[in-house]
């Protein structure tokens, strides 16, 4: 049987021109080119949303626009001091709910977006939580995220979740029969990690087998516990 999925890396492409648009996210890309505009005043947004609903996809599409390689996305899992800036002047910060609760990282991420903000640079964050939900950073920093652009990405309506499975399999480069995908949107739960982890499995499963993906191999997994799990 022909191989059709290929051993090659996951290959994400984040630009706005590929950025799945649908009801639940299509402030959080409006607000998102809006900061690019350099006839826009506005240059502070942030994003929030659970994982895997295009925050990070967002943050990197505004690098993109703004420094075309030449960008990157600092994420707070593992922000060192001092905070480093992007050439030009782009403050782009990821994972904000996941700063560590230690007071010298929450001054240094402070100082670093005062500085930005003040200079009148284009800063975008984003986070799981809404500004108030975020739990270590300081109420200043809040209050200055409120002052600026704020939205929410929620993907979970069934049209999005149709348009994500369709991004997954494409960033994977295998090829998804429709029939699977359609399947396997009526027995994964909703959150946007399921596809995720389906998708991976699906790859790793053909890979090994050397087969083409099919509804056949998707149910097999599924009893086996594997895209369940």
């Given amino acids: 049987m022909q191989q059709q999925a290929l051993d090659l890396p996951v290959t994400p492409r984040y630009g706005f021109e590929n950025?799945?648009?649908?009801?639940?996210?299509?402030?959080?890309?409006?607000?998102?080119?809006?900061?690019?505009?350099?006839?826009?005043?506005?240059?502070?947004?942030?994003?929030?949303?659970?994982?895997?609903?295009?925050?990070?996809?967002?943050?990197?599409?505004?690098?993109?626009?703004l420094a075309g390689e030449q960008y990157q996305?600092?994420?707070c899992r593992n922000l060192t001091v001092p905070v480093?800036?992007?050439?030009?002047?782009?403050?782009?910060?990821?994972?904000?709910?996941?700063?560590?609760?230690?007071?010298?990282?929450?001054?240094?991420l402070w100082e670093a977006f005062n500085q930005q903000y003040s200079s009148g640079h284009t800063l975008a964050l984003a986070g799981r939580f809404a500004p108030k939900e975020l739990p270590t950073i300081d109420d200043h920093l809040i209050s200055r995220l409120l002052w600026g652009l704020v939205a929410r990405l929620d993907?979970?309506?069934?049209?999005?979740?149709?348009?994500?499975i369709a991004k997954l399999a494409q960033d994977r480069q295998i090829i998804l029969p429709d029939e699977v995908a359609g399947w396997l949107l009526t027995v994964l739960p909703r959150d946007v990690g399921s596809l995720v982890s389906a998708c991976?499995?699906?790859?790793?499963?053909?890979?090994?087998?050397?087969?083409r993906i099919t509804l056949r191999l998707a149910r097999e997994l599924v009893l086996q516990g594997t895209l369940l799990s």
């Fill in 73 to 75: 996305v600092l994420s």
């Fill in 84 to 108: 480093a800036t992007n050439p030009g002047s782009l403050l782009l910060v990821d994972d904000l709910d996941q700063l560590p609760d230690r007071p010298e990282l929450r001054n240094a």
């Fill in 19 to 65: 950025f799945i648009s649908c009801a639940g996210n299509s402030t959080a890309l409006e607000f998102s080119r809006r900061i690019t505009d350099p006839a826009e005043p506005e240059k502070l947004l942030y994003l929030y949303g659970p994982a895997g609903s295009g925050k990070t996809h967002l943050l990197h599409a505004i690098g993109r626009q």
């Fill in 200 to 211: 991976d499995a699906l790859y790793r499963a053909a890979l090994q087998r050397k087969c």
């Fill in 155 to 164: 993907v979970s309506d069934d049209r999005s979740r149709q348009m994500l």
